[in-house]
């Protein structure tokens, strides 16, 4: 009994010391340092929730009045909750994978292998749920207003439980393909096979959402008594009340976890940052410099893996169009090539942070343009695209280079501080959100579009290169 105690009373320590190594971390580099910004950025968030909780509880007005339609938007919001764990998941490991500090950290304390299983594992389902909780907010809120109390227990039982069933089978899935990477020796690249599986079944079940939909309102309107594993809760909630469907999940939760936790691998393999690749005409010119960072880095080479399964995904699917707007993906270089892919020399002796700013921007517009061109070459056998596919795929990628470039300028993504580009990355989608509701609002004409168009880029070159020198002064004076 004491050692179970002494065991928990561990457990504690070290994941309070986890997570406030990971929020020193996070506050401790680019704009979240400035309490104004991160006061600012909490209180945009907060009106952005109190109107999509206003918007959605006037849009469902009367909805859970009908018998049927109750457990059936229950099984809708159970798939966008899915869908948020698959994202937030998948972000959570792509991001972390590369941040060896926490998991270091970890390692040279005098803790057993699985408790450092079982603290990184807190820590990431942390995260995770905060991301759910936030996307499922104003769902949650008109459940409450609208149904009492009672409705707490229906959520739980119906949406929160099986998501935590669906994250606890995705990090049995993580794990199998730890433990089959480190049989194989190849515990390095852990991270990058994981991340391409997780990104294959997020696809898959997007993919199938509207499959899944209908199948799940023929099950309702039609009253089948008839079990389905997508309305499995709530057919144990309704037939045998929330405490069966509460208990059935936490059954499944911990035995998935369980087993988890003992297939994991037991020793510490650090993640693979570059790979290896000659290149060389590297010295020929700085473009050239600032483009092989992103040749090399395993960003380029997670991007490429991940557009490849979206681009083969939506052909498959029939939606060869679709596939040529999965070259935005090669824009996430931008997010790390600032803090880890200028050298030390470079920051301190370059004058001109608009000439930085430009290697940075032409390099990865060189490397995805290219990417670009082998996409769109790969597509002709499927009768390629239109015109206008290809001007609007080929802007959104020069926007989100420049979007991404921007965010790990003022969110600089260093090794030890990836979720630095996460919060930057959600604050900028924020305030996109914001822009385009006033802009729907507002009904603007189309030359007013092009000059608020015209406004933002312009904003985005400004704030970078503002940013650039704010970080160089910070140098200098080190």
């Given at each position: 009994?004491?050692?179970?105690?002494?065991?928990?009373?561990?457990?504690?320590?070290?994941?309070?010391?986890?997570?406030k190594f990971c929020v020193r971390t996070v506050l401790s580099y680019g704009a979240l340092r400035m309490k104004s910004v991160r006061i600012g950025l909490v209180v945009l968030g907060g009106l952005?929730?109190?109107?999509?909780?206003?918007l959605t509880d006037q849009?469902?007005?009367g909805v859970f009045d009908a018998d049927w339609l109750r457990p059936f938007l229950m099984n809708l919001y159970l798939m966008n909750s899915v869908l948020f764990v698959l994202l937030g998941f998948l972000l959570v490991k792509v991001t972390f994978a590369k941040a060896d500090g926490a998991a270091k950290l970890l390692h040279h304390l005098p803790i057993t292998g699985k408790m450092r299983s079982a603290t990184l594992l807190a820590c990431e389902f942390t995260?995770?749920?905060i991301c759910v909780f936030i996307g499922l907010l104003a769902f949650l809120f008109t459940m409450i207003r609208q149904g009492g109390?009672?409705?707490?227990?229906t959520a739980i039982a119906q949406i929160i439980i099986?998501?935590?069933?669906?994250y606890s089978l995705l990090y049995f899935v993580w794990n199998c393909i730890a433990r089959i990477m480190a049989l194989l020796r190849l515990s390095r690249y852990t991270g990058m096979v994981g991340t391409i599986v997780i990104a294959m079944m997020s696809f898959a079940f997007y993919s199938s959402t509207f499959a899944m939909t209908m199948q799940i309102q023929k099950h309702w309107t039609e009253r089948s008594t008839t079990w389905s594993v997508l309305s499995l809760f709530s057919d144990l909630s309704l037939r045998f009340g929330n405490g069966v469907s509460v208990l059935a999940g936490a059954v499944c939760a911990s035995t998935l976890l369980i087993i988890s936790l003992v297939i994991a691998p037991?020793?510490?393999?650090?993640?693979?940052?570059?790979v290896a690749c000659p290149i060389p005409w590297v010295s020929k010119s700085d473009l050239a410099l600032f483009a092989a960072y992103i040749i090399r880095s395993k960003d380029m080479l997670m991007s490429v893996a991940l557009c490849?399964?979206?681009?083969?995904?939506?052909?498959?699917?029939?939606?060869?169009?679709a596939a040529l707007y999965a070259t935005v993906l090669f824009s996430f270089a931008g997010l790390s090539q600032f803090a880890n892919g200028i050298c030390i020399p470079w920051q301190r002796h370059q004058s001109s942070c608009a000439y930085t700013y430009v290697c940075m921007i032409g390099s990865q517009i060189i490397v995805a343009t290219l990417a670009w061109i082998a996409v769109t070459v790969v597509l002709l056998p499927w009768g390629g695209c239109s015109m206008m596919t290809y001007a609007c795929s080929y802007g959104a990628l020069l926007t989100a280079i420049m979007s991404c470039t921007m965010v790990g300028i003022i969110f600089p993504m260093a090794r030890d501080n990836p979720a630095n580009a996460l919060l930057g990355l959600a604050a900028m989608l924020l305030v996109a959100i914001v822009a385009v509701s006033m802009v729907s609002l507002l009904q603007l004409p189309t030359w007013a579009l092009i000059a608020a168009g015209a406004v933002m880029v312009s904003a985005i070159v400004v704030y970078s290169i503002s940013g650039i020198t704010t970080y160089r002064k910070g140098i200098r004076n080190a």
């Open positions: 009994m004491t050692s179970h105690v002494l065991s928990l009373r561990q457990f504690g320590l070290t994941y309070r010391l986890l997570m952005w929730l109190v109107f999509a909780a206003l849009f469902m007005q995260v995770v749920s109390i009672a409705a707490v227990s099986p998501s935590v069933v669906a037991k020793q510490f393999s650090a993640q693979s940052v570059y490849a399964v979206c681009v083969v995904g939506a052909v498959f699917t029939g939606h060869s169009e």
